[in-house]
């Protein structure tokens, strides 16, 4: 009893010296509060940058592999792409390899589409009607791309919903045509808004028939003809993804008389959603370590403020000595005191961060969220480095001869 009543005593006493000193508690959880503060900020945020990341990857289809041109070197070293994925090879992959579902080869190019006075800079892809399906893309008005589209190589277009509403702001687009490259095109239909992947916005595209994109926009390349941007096949599951990928890199090594090096790379959803995954998990492990400085800062300053403290406070030490306290007495009122500081301060804290939190995810695109684990973590962190740091001042009042300490009175 005589304990519980002594730490409830040191206690006490270490919640009326922190009241007595409103400004100087304030300013010395300052630190803890930022450090918390931050570390919930900097996680969230870099969690809510992995779960953006993930979420726009699965609009690309848990079993849709991507073929294209150039390998992993070349994407490094940023040198142009080679043009020797053709045509030809999409309908080698459609009828060759057993564990897929459907191909769709693309084109793309950058144009100037224009309507009246209007104009847009737009990504234009000359498309299949399997993109449709493979990219699990929907039309909101009109129609797709058609067999007989393709085999007659029509000038026609399917706009995407952003990029009709800068061309078409008032009136119906459907029926009325438009220019790319000094060629004129009947609008037919409007896709569904399907978002933004890696910053590229899909809904200000455009789709023509790749038969018309060869004839009419990018021509044939004299060495290797239809040279595509790349290639989306469609697996028949997801758990076939994995021997469509290793079917489909034999099948281009043969064609493309490869010995060594591959010129090209197939991509699957999962590669992307590792590379993310490391990319942004490593962002987020440097943004909790900055955020740990700030608590390590806090700590410092808690153990500087007690330190004069204790120079301060040689009186009241020599005093409760002389009465009979004990050095254990003392230390133990300063280690409470160091704590309630670095706990109060850890709490303040992360409910700052929490709100930074919410207030990001609500008012962004971001994502942002925090996990339980990560705010119990924080909090307890925050007391330990109350503590940790409380420990040096805290020895050195328990030390204070109250024979020394009273001559000063």
């Known amino acids: 009893m005589s304990k519980k009543l002594a730490f409830g005593e040191s206690f006490s006493m270490a919640l009326n010296t922190l009241q007595s000193n409103r400004l100087r508690s304030l300013l010395t959880m300052l630190g803890i509060v930022i450090g918390n503060a931050s570390v919930i900020t900097l996680v969230g945020v870099g969690r809510g940058a992995q779960n953006l990341a993930k979420n726009q990857l699965s609009n690309l289809g848990a079993n849709v592999?991507?073929?294209?041109?150039?390998n992993n070197d070349t994407r490094r070293r940023g040198v142009a792409f080679p043009r020797n994925l053709v045509l030809e090879d999409a309908y080698a992959i459609a009828d060759q390899v057993p564990s897929i579902n459907r191909v769709a080869p693309q084109i793309t190019s950058n144009e100037v589409v224009q309507f009246e006075s209007?104009?847009?800079?737009?990504?234009?892809?000359?498309?299949?009607?399997?993109?449709?399906?493979?990219?699990?893309?929907?039309?909101?008005?009109?129609?797709?791309?058609n067999k007989q589209d393709l085999e007659s190589a029509r000038n026609i277009?399917?706009?995407?919903?952003?990029?009709?509403?800068k061309l078409f702001p008032y009136s119906?687009?459907?029926?009325?045509?438009?220019?790319v490259k000094d060629q004129s095109f009947k609008v037919v239909g409007i896709?569904?808004?399907?978002?933004?992947?890696?910053?590229?916005?899909?809904?200000?595209?455009?789709?023509?028939?790749?038969?018309?994109?060869?004839?009419?926009?990018?021509?044939?390349?004299?060495?290797?003809?239809?040279?595509?941007?790349?290639?989306?096949?469609?697996?028949?599951?997801?758990?076939s993804t994995r021997a469509a990928k290793f079917q489909i890199t034999n099948?281009?090594?043969?064609?493309?008389?490869?010995?060594?090096?591959?010129?090209?790379?197939?991509?699957?959803?999962?590669?992307?959603?590792?590379?993310?995954?490391?990319?942004?998990?490593?962002?987020?492990?440097?943004?909790?370590?900055?955020?740990?400085?700030?608590?390590?800062?806090?700590?410092?300053?808690?153990?500087?403020?007690?330190l004069v403290s204790v120079s301060e406070?040689?009186?009241?030490?020599?005093?409760?000595?002389?009465?009979?306290?004990k050095s254990s007495d003392v230390l133990t009122q300063f280690l409470i005191e160091s704590l309630i500081l670095a706990s109060l301060g850890g709490v303040i804290g992360t409910s700052v961060g929490?709100?930074?939190?919410?207030?990001?995810?609500?008012?962004?695109?971001?994502?942002?969220?925090?996990?339980?684990?990560?705010?119990?973590?924080?909090?307890?962190?925050s007391g330990s480095i109350g503590l940790i740091f409380g420990v040096l001042p805290a020895k050195r009042a328990a030390k204070l001869d109250p024979i020394i300490a009273l001559r000063s009175l």
């Open 157 to 165: 277009i399917v706009l995407g919903p952003d990029l009709k509403t």
């Open 354 to 381: 929490l709100g930074t939190v919410l207030a990001v995810s609500t008012l962004t695109p971001l994502p942002a969220s925090i996990s339980l684990s990560t705010v119990m973590t924080t909090v307890t962190l």
């Open 65 to 70: 592999l991507f073929v294209v041109p150039g």
């Open 118 to 145: 209007r104009s847009a800079t737009s990504s234009i892809s000359g498309v299949t009607p399997n993109f449709l399906p493979v990219r699990s893309f929907e039309i909101s008005n009109g129609r797709f791309i």
């Open 313 to 325: 406070r040689t009186e009241e030490i020599g005093l409760r000595k002389a009465l009979g306290a």
């Open 191 to 239: 896709m569904s808004p399907k978002g933004a992947v890696f910053g590229n916005n899909q809904d200000e595209n455009a789709y023509i028939p790749i038969s018309t994109m060869v004839s009419r926009i990018t021509g044939r390349d004299p060495t290797f003809g239809v040279s595509l941007s790349f290639i989306s096949v469609e697996a028949k599951n997801e758990e």
């Open 251 to 306: 099948l281009l090594r043969q064609r493309h008389k490869i010995i060594r090096d591959d010129d090209f790379a197939v991509r699957s959803q999962k590669d992307a959603l590792q590379i993310v995954s490391t990319i942004t998990g490593g962002l987020t492990l440097m943004l909790a370590a900055i955020g740990g400085v700030s608590l390590l800062v806090g700590g410092i300053g808690i153990m500087n403020i007690m």
């Open 172 to 179: 119906n687009a459907i029926g009325n045509s438009i220019r």
